[in-house]
């Protein structure tokens, strides 16, 4: 009683605390308003462990003032993605629903707090007359100037609103003179970009609140710039494509006609691609990369999300023929360069096709096939492990599905294309669509997954046997029990089921009978499970709330945590409370201390059990000895 009481108390000051635990569910619903510090951290990072309890102090003190959220990236990797995070701790802060900018302050807790205490001052800085504004230019690598009649006006008043929420990205003034604004030839309401490069300055040809941002940013960047390790971040930032020259350091006048020549064709499509410009000879990989000899200087090519557009090497680089290229790509009309292997005489062998390059079109972005694709490399274990039941599974699934397998370290370029950071990838395209395929690895796995894909999202339940054989066929189904399936809330049931379809077995029953024989109201869902009591039963029908009670059931109370479930239990998006075991004669009250504990707490906290002796390490990782066991955590 004592342990469970102890372990309770545990949990208890866990999900006490000030700071948000940030998950791609609620994510953005975090970053509307306010000020808003994200720390994106990894579980075995020493630096976030030490920085912890200042993070915590800062949260408790800002609270009312601003949010602190936890993002673990080794979880929510598309959010570690989507805002550059590349070591750890990574801080990003968001001011008022404004873009991601980095956090520059220290990491203690007065640190933290002096910082977001700082950016809750003054967003616009008062212009009183030109020879401010004058300052402010010759301060300023970029600074934004709104030019308004009065303080009072309300252009004025929304563009402090803007400036504010973008405070921590550009430099925001305002000028209320009439005269200064005739003499900087800008309107009243207007706006200009004040730079040190280019042309030294962009007018806003009408002043328009929700275009300013759009022009801010395509005006803050030189029509063609230098790229290098101190501003790489920030071109990549922008999310737009990458026009990449590269020069030769021999040849300076070539490199200046070059740069001439891409910057005619990069100022029509300014805001809509990067131009920038480096060296080859230091940078003659990255050339390559982009499908480019990397060895004739100086050359251009073109970078998109892994997509790649090489400007024949053999051509002069014109001002004509690369606004003409640069123009194609931002039309569309261009076709992606891609090195590789020769597409094969015969793709498919019993159900497994082989992908290279140039057979990916007509094998995964046909509308009318789903394909899965298998990125591997030969020396990969795991992917050697996997082999037979893929094979398996493409045989079993011919007719329904194609199963493609791609060496990886041959196509480097579609590996690249698709984002592939380990092995094995495995990708879905189902009518069309690409996205991650997130089912196990046997056989069965596959077959299951693919027919849950494409096959009716609802399972028609048609009398007691085949509740039974559903039972007995799946680990977790969620089960709807209706009067009909005309009945409203039938209906409403199926709409969740195709739009949530991976993430559950759903099927129904259309009969009172059946309802009634499983002790539960029509309308109504259960939960049927092949561990604890074997089924959970929603206390009311609402469909706001059944993945919500759904997720919370198709977990146990205490679950055995492996390998093969890990990423299911991180994929939660909740804290993860460890019971490490000794493999000895004390487990057993110890786990049913754990449950007892960690059963008030379904749906707030994952509690798992693995053992000790081979997990040790983990044990030492959330601040055990990692030595003495049973231990909790």
Known sequence: MKTALAMMALLGTALASDVVTGTSDNFDSLIEEGIVLVKFYAPWCGHCKKMVPEWEKAATELKGKAVLVDVDATVEDSLGTKYGVQGYPTIKAFIEGGDATDYDGGRTAGDIVSWASKVSGPAVRDLADAAALKELQEAEKVAVVGFFASEDSDDAKAYAKLAKANRMAHVFGAVYSADVAKAEGASVPGVVVYKKFDEGKDVMSEFKLDEVMAFVKAASFPVVGEIGPDNYRDYVDRALPLGWLFLDDETEDVNEAAKKALGAACKPAAGKISCVYLSGTKYGQMAERIGLSGKKFPSFGIDNE??????????????????????????????????????????????????????????????????????????????????????????????????????ATKEKELGERFKV??????????????????????AKDFVSWVSR???????????????????????????????????????????LAEENRMAAVYAAAYSAGAAKAEGVAAPGVVVYKQFDEGKAVMPEFDVDEILTFAKAAS??????????????????????????????????????????????????????????????????????????????A
Not at 558 to 575: C, H, I, K
Not at 586 to 593: E, S, T, V
Not at 604 to 621: D, F, N, P, T
């Open 421 to 442: 950071e380990g092995f094995p990838t495995i990708k879905a395209f189902i009518d069309g669509d690409v996205q991650d395929y997130d089912g196990g690895r046997t």
């Open 555 to 632: 977990f146990p109370v205490l679950g055995e945590m492996g390998p093969d479930n890990y990423a299911d239990y991180t994929g939660r998006g909740l804290p993860i409370a460890w019971l490490f075991l000794g493999e000895d004669a004390a487990d057993g009250a110890a786990k049913a201390a754990a449950e007892k504990a960690c059963k008030p707490a379904m749906g707030k906290l994952s509690c798992v059990h693995l053992s000790g002796k081979k997990y040790g390490q983990m044990a030492e990782r959330v601040g055990l000895t990692g030595k003495k066991f049973p231990c909790f």
């Open 453 to 495: 894909m494409t096959g009716p999202a609802v399972r028609d339940v048609t009398d007691a046997a085949a509740l039974t054989a559903l039972r007995e066929t799946e680990r977790v189904a969620v089960v709807g029990f209706f009067a009909s399936k005309d009945a409203a809330e039938a209906q409403a049931f199926q709409e």
């Open 306 to 407: 892994g997509e790649h557009f090489a400007f024949d090497e053999a051509k002069e680089l014109t001002a004509e023929a690369l606004t003409q290229y640069v123009g194609d790509f931002v039309a569309g009309k261009l076709v992606a360069t891609v090195k590789s292997e020769a597409v094969p005489e015969q793709h498919t062998v019993e159900g497994l096709t082989t992908l290279v390059g140039d057979s990916i079109k007509d094998l995964a972005f046909d509308e009318e096939k789903n394909v899965l694709i298998k990125f591997y490399a030969p020396w990969c274990g795991h992917c050697k492990k996997m082999a037979p039941d893929y094979a398996a599974a493409a045989t079993e699934l011919l007719g329904k599905a194609t199963l493609v397998k791609v060496d």
